[in-house]
């Protein structure tokens, strides 16, 4: 059974009494063992004052709670997936109670409830009839309980170990992380993970409960007193008159859950990395650090993930981009990328596949300004929402009189600029630059430029998250009545392109944010027609509350690479707020102003990360239309170069990568197997029976021998397999 396989069948995508290790300096790791476990014997006295305060909120819910439950003792009915119906007690029984009633596989297994839709505690009593649906780690939902649990364990390790100050620690797709502060000099360094990965264990083997506490926003700040990061997050994500917190063996941590029952249901946990983050809430930036991991509910899980892993450390971008000379990174320019000949080519590729696509579907490829003023932002809604992801800079003119320094003046000063971290703006202008008819819509316009985003250093990595980037970004502006038509042409293009990239994919409907721009009924108009559009697609999809983007709701893609790893890549998005902001208008069929609709759509996302996934996909073993190695030339002899350069020469008139080997130190052999081992897709090998009938000798990268062939028709076959983009051209030749 092939890794992968395997991997999908495990399920994928202690202390004592509360001992605490507070080391305040780890040893480094050379030093024994019990010097690297040893503990101060006295804790820091704000995690002494908050564990006692918890205790007594705590002991003082319980008592309340329990009065509630006495005076309020009646029966409550419950409804079950598959419309089974049980009764309960309402404020005595929990989830986890009915859950050993339904089975005992089930309540070793599930990780949290859903009441009525929203997450919720296994131990937390219901208090209502209800409808009760449980999450196991098989679900996303559940991974993320499961994960955001095993953040907090590892906060709890930070606490003790480094008297860190926590900050937040999220789940993410494939696993969690957490940021927290040591100080403005004090970094985690590589060699204190395995002593925190330790703590982690201990604090698991102990199977600390996790405890559900609602707090008012008095006994918040109390609690938080000592971090002021809390305290922020109190004073703008606390917005009703309580909030709640976890408690979990010495950590308490404001969080709005819910949780593991407790700790020992994480069988195996491993920390990943260590890295520099920022802070960016209200107030200066921080510098933070940031402890990255993976947990799963059994250790054999965890070896297969580490299995698995090793598979994708072999094929990580980084490593396949220095390997093949395709792109390399430079401190000089942080978070953009130097593409080398080899990776310019598969970037080309790329872009000339989707420019392809876009002829094929009516879309108008524009160029557009990279810097722009911030009215343009303000204008958009960017600069409120977006500002601080925005490289923003002082014009050098601002301050002469206007139309001074250039041939285009304007009514007032320039004042501050900013690169454009998107093009839907710049779109608007265009649409806008002259009066419209509904005879040109729907307008389709694609757009290649540079982007600019100001990512935190410690988000950087690889092609996958870049401060300079190139998105496949195109808008489509439409009539009404055309919008379903247009949407349904977004999701064919995807399906169209992720069929020839290899990718399956799953689509998400992301609705509208708490901090959403517009009338709800316009979103609710807008969120009707995606989920319309899916539901005529016809493939599956979820839906994500609250994830939509603040000018419209969303459909997010998320591809499969060949190790099964999701990445968010494509994206169609409906915008009834940018039309209105620019008071956009075309003539419509009765000579009336009317007000188009927009459609933000990409199919790649960025270019370059999508570059990134492909390399890890194929593992540098390039498809022939994207492959920068396609064929490498060898002559049997010198007496066969001249010949072997004519070869080459035909390649390159036909637009085919062709390279030569003539090395004099290696034998033929050696000469071929270093071409197979490069990956080069090709192998034309020559001699003097090939020279003398204009041939070539062929063979593969997986050393298939296809014999001898007329040149003219190999370069002609090799066009063929190039331009229908085939995955298998080796096989197909």
Known sequence: MGLYQRWRRLRLPGLQACGLHTVREVPKSSEPAQAQRAAVPNPPHWLVERLGLFEELWATQVKRIASIAEKEHRTIKIALPGGQKVEAVAWNTTPYQLAQQISSTLANTAVAAQVNGEPYDLERPLETDCD???????????????????????????EQLLGAVLCQGPSTECGFYHDFFLGKERTIRGSELPVLERICQELIAAAQPFRRLEASKDQLRQLFKDNPFKL??????????????????????????????????????????????????????????R???????????????????????????????????????????????????????????????IRAEYARRGFSEVKTPTLFATK???????????????????????????????????????????????????????????????????????????LHRAEASGSLGGLTRLRCFQQDDAHIFCAPDQLEAEIRGCLDFLRSVYAVLGFSFRLALSTRPSGFLGEPSLWDQAEQVLQQALEEFGEPWDLN??????????????????????????????????????????????????????????VLGSVERMLGVLAESCGGKWPLWLSPFQVMVIPVGTEQEEYAREVQQSLWAAGLVGDLDTDPKLTLSRRVRRAQLTSYNFQFVVGQKEQS?????????????????????????????????????????
């Open 232 to 289: 922020r997050l109190i004073e703008e994500k606390v917005t009703g008159p309580t909030g709640t917190v976890y408690g979990c063996g010495t950590l308490v941590d404001l969080c709005r859950g819910p949780h593991l029952r407790h700790s020992g249901q994480i069988g195996g946990l491993k920390l990943l990395t260590n890295s520099s983050s920022l802070w960016k809430s209200s107030g200066a930036p921080e510098s933070l650090q």
């Open 376 to 450: 343009l932002w303000e204008l958009s809604g960017h600069w409120e929402h977006y500002q601080e992801d925005m490289f923003a800079l002082q014009s050098a003119g601002s301050d002469r009189p206007a139309g001074s320094w250039s041939d285009h003046p304007t009514s007032h000063p320039t004042g501050t600029l900013a690169l454009k971290p998107m093009n839907c703006p710049a779109h608007c202008l265009m649409f806008a630059h002259r009066p419209r008819s509904w005879r040109e819509l729907p307008l389709r316009l694609a757009d290649f430029g540079a």
């Open 291 to 353: 402890v990255s991991g993976i947990s799963f509910p059994t250790a054999e899980e965890l070896r297969a993930w580490e299995e698995w892993r090793k598979e994708a450390e072999l094929r990580d971008h980084r490593r396949i981009g220095k390997e093949q000379e395709l792109f390399f990174f430079h401190e000089l320019s942080p978070g953009s990328c130097f593409f080398l000949p080899r990776g310019t080519r598969v970037y080309n590729a790329l872009v000339s596949f």
């Open 132 to 158: 009760l649906r449980f999450l196991t780690f098989d679900s996303a939902e559940g991974k993320a309980v499961f994960w955001h649990s095993s953040t907090h364990v590892l906060g709890a390790a930070a």
């Open 693 to 733: 009938k204009r041939t070539v000798n062929i063979r593969t990268r997986d050393n298939r021998r296809l014999g001898e062939r007329d040149l003219e028709e190999v370069v002609g076959r090799l066009l063929e397999l190039q331009n229908a983009r085939v995955p298998n051209a080796e096989e197909m030749f």
């Open 545 to 602: 509350p609250g994830d939509g983007a603040f000018y419209g709701p969303k459909i997010d893609v998320h591809v499969h690479d060949a190790l099964g790893r999701p990445h968010q890549c494509g994206t169609v998005q409906l915008d009834f707020q940018l039309p209105l902001r620019f008071d956009l208008q075309y003539k419509g069929q009765a000579g009336a102003p009317e007000r188009p609709v927009l459609i933000h759509r990409a």
